[in-house]
């Protein structure tokens, strides 16, 4: 089965700061998710990438997929104290099964 | 948009008995529908998924007696903890496919805490 490696697990920055978080696959990624969530929330859709080389960006978030689609980033420009909480990575299998990495517990520091 | 509606948010129940946490799919039909358990600090992990129509295929690990899941319409999926006893208590979330742009979408979650 697919099995997907995040990293940092834990990260804290000061506002204004940039980041970056990845998300390496065991296999070929044919839909890579990237989600948000605070603790004992909902997840939030944040962006999909498919294609290798693809970049995507909404406001100050860009991911990005490598060309031989097995390892992904996300990257914060300008962090802000909304942008804490856990950065999920997921990736489809059979069955339309959806699964995650750990996660990315991200703090922000005023 | 697609919302999936997970009902109760919260509740606290007394070792050895039954929870029972609801999945709706409001504005969609849901055929299949995804349960996850999420230990704090944790990511999510995939307990089960559910078909309407047929039974629920288990993730490997997941005992399929104690967490009883029923599709019983194509916009209602439910969880069952049975005899629950504390290291049940934890955060689970169900969530839908819904088209491969967007993906899943999730319900709120459920935060079980058995005492």
């Known amino acids: 089965s697919q099995e997907l490696e995040q990293s940092p697990q834990s990260l804290i920055v000061q506002e204004g700061k940039n980041l970056t978080i990845n998300c390496t696959s065991s296999?070929?990624?044919?839909?890579l998710y990237w989600y948000k969530q605070k603790y004992g929330e909902g997840l939030i859709f944040l962006m999909m990438?498919?294609?290798?080389?693809e970049e995507k960006s909404h406001e100050k978030i860009t991911a990005k997929l490598d060309e031989k689609k097995q390892q992904s980033s996300l990257h914060i420009t300008a962090s802000q104290p909304s942008h804490a909480g856990i950065y999920l990575c997921?990736?489809?299998?059979?069955?339309?099964?959806?699964?995650f990495g750990q996660g990315t517990r991200l703090t922000i520091n005023p | 948009g697609a919302v999936v509606s997970q009902h109760p948010s919260r509740v606290i129940c007394k070792s050895g008995t039954s929870v029972k946490i609801e999945c709706r799919s409001l504005?969609?039909?849901?055929?299949?529908m995804f349960w996850y358990r999420q230990f704090p600090k944790q990511s999510l992990m995939l307990m089960a998924t559910?078909?309407?129509?047929?039974?629920?295929?288990?993730e490997q690990g997941v005992e399929k007696d104690k967490f009883l899941i029923n599709h019983a319409s194509l916009t209602l999926s439910t969880l069952t903890v049975t005899s629950a006893h504390p290291e049940d208590s934890s955060f689970y979330i169900c969530?839908?496919?819904?088209?491969?742009?967007?993906?899943?979408?999730f319900g709120s979650g459920t935060r079980l805490t058995v005492v």
């Open positions: 504005d969609f039909q849901a055929t299949t």
């Open positions: 559910s078909n309407e129509g047929s039974k629920a295929t288990y």
């Open positions: 990438l498919q294609k290798g080389g």
């Open positions: 969530s839908a496919p819904l088209n491969f742009r967007v993906g899943y979408t």
């Open positions: 296999k070929t990624l044919y839909g």
């Open positions: 997921g990736a489809s299998q059979g069955a339309q099964k959806l699964v």
